[in-house]
């Protein structure tokens, strides 16, 4: 309980049994819950409710979930707002793509609610986690980002970078295991008034893997929409 309370989770779902069971659940657990039981009923209760994470299903009525999941995505507002998916076992191939698209983590019907809550739980927590701000300083892998210092090293050896390679890579390592569409690293890096294309994003992450060699694996590209730093330099 306790930090969980004031929380809102948005849950969409279509069907009645599932969307109450999850409902029940969760609120047992001190959390606010909306729902919704189609994609475009999603959308509108994303705006009203600002929920801190939502629970979708993939298959619904009006808009799919992955259809939801990428408009989401795509508008700065709701770019960074946890999505778990629900899936069912014989829809693994959209599962990934799921992923691909931007949910956070998957949960495949049959579920136990139990577990869900565990997994938005884990979550959540995940996302909370923010230690680097006050030092300055990330560390992933082999590569040591220090912001005050403007330094970024692989090993002991210092990498030179330039300015929007640097703020590229902060962007990248503030926020790792989260998909980051390309309009959004462009908007954070190169700022709102720039009237470059999406593809200088592209252009800057590749020298950027050439003067990071470890990265290369970790920083993956996400189909349509753009890139993911791994949670982890050894995630698979
Ligand atoms: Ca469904």
């Given at each position: 309980m ?8 948005l ?5 009645q049994?599932i969307?109450q069971?999850i409902?029940?659940?969760l ?17 509108k209760?994303v ?9 979708l299903d993939l298959?619904?009525p009006?808009?799919?979930g ?7 995505r795509?508008?700065p507002?709701t770019?960074?707002?946890?999505i778990?998916m629900?899936?069912?076992?014989a829809?693994?191939?959209d599962?990934v793509?799921?992923l691909?698209?931007?949910a956070?983590d ?5 579920f136990?609610?139990?577990?869900l ?24 892998g082999p590569v040591t980002?220090d ?10 050896d ?9 703020g590229?890579?902060?962007h990248?390592?503030r926020?790792?295991?989260r998909?980051?569409t390309?309009?959004i690293?462009l908007?954070?890096?190169?700022g ?6 999406t593809?200088t994003v ?10 990071l060699?470890p ?5 993956v ?15 698979t």
């Amino acid at each position: 309980m306790g930090a969980s309370l004031q929380k809102t989770i948005l849950i969409v779902e279509d069907e009645q049994d599932i969307l109450q069971l999850i409902k029940l659940y969760l609120e047992k657990e001190g959390f606010r819950t909306a729902t919704a039981m189609n994609g475009v009923e999603a959308l509108k209760k994303v705006k009203e409710d600002k929920p801190a994470l939502i629970v979708l299903d993939l298959m619904l009525p009006e808009l799919d979930g992955l259809e939801v999941c990428k408009r989401l995505r795509s508008v700065p507002e709701t770019a960074l707002l946890p999505i778990i998916m629900l899936t069912a076992k014989a829809e693994e191939s959209d599962t990934v793509i799921g992923l691909e698209l931007g949910a956070d983590d998957y949960v495949a019907k049959p579920f136990s609610p139990k577990a869900l809550v565990a997994r938005i739980k884990a979550l959540l927590r995940r996302l909370e986690r923010t230690p680097v701000e006050k030092t300055g300083l990330y560390h992933y892998g082999p590569v040591t980002m220090d912001t005050t210092r403007h330094e970024v090293r692989l090993g002991n050896d210092e990498v030179p970078l330039t300015a929007k390679e640097f703020g590229l890579l902060e962007h990248l390592l503030r926020y790792p295991g989260r998909v980051l569409t390309r309009d959004i690293l462009l908007n954070a890096v190169w700022g709102y008034d720039y009237y470059g294309t999406t593809r200088t994003v592209d252009v800057h992450v590749r020298r950027l893997k050439q003067k990071l060699p470890p990265l290369d694996a970790a920083i993956v590209s996400v189909k349509s929409l753009g890139y993911k730093l791994k949670h982890t330099v050894d995630e698979t």
